[in-house]
């Protein structure tokens, strides 16, 4: 079993930075591939970035590409999603989740553990 916990969600004006942490417990975070999504009322959950458990290999959403990166960090069992150039479309839930499989994939469908989720509005 795996827990994760998101942290860093807030309040931002357009054009701002944010950064998203996300801690894991419970298994050893070496193997997991980790991911970030989000989601608005009344949509569904749109894949933001992904990381392998290496942290060799990355994929990030057209959608946020130059703007948004994802790293991990093993020591402190972490994975972070840096937002620059925030847009209020970015407006949303952010939710952590890890795969056991160890990749970087972008599929809801592929992940097993899923946090609860931090808050991000940007306001224009």
């Known amino acids: 079993q795996v827990q994760l916990v998101e942290s860093g969600g807030g309040l931002m004006q357009a054009g701002g930075s944010l950064r998203l942490s996300c801690a894991a417990s419970?298994?050893?975070?070496?193997?997991?591939?980790m991911g970030w999504f989000r989601q608005t009322p009344g949509t569904e959950r749109e894949f933001v970035a992904t990381?392998?458990?290496?942290?060799?290999?990355?994929y990030i959403a057209d959608s946020v590409k130059g703007r948004f990166t994802i790293s991990r960090e093993h020591t402190k069992n972490t994975v972070y999603l840096q937002m620059n150039s925030l847009k209020p479309e970015d407006t949303a839930v952010y939710y952590c989740?890890?795969?056991?499989?160890?990749?970087?994939?972008?599929?809801?469908?592929?992940?097993?553990?899923w946090g609860q989720g931090t808050q991000v509005t940007v306001s224009s």
């Open positions: 989740a890890a795969n056991s499989a160890g990749g970087a994939v972008d599929a809801t469908s592929s992940y097993d553990y």
């Open positions: 419970g298994r050893t975070f070496s193997y997991l591939g």
């Open positions: 990381i392998n458990w290496s942290g060799a290999r990355t």
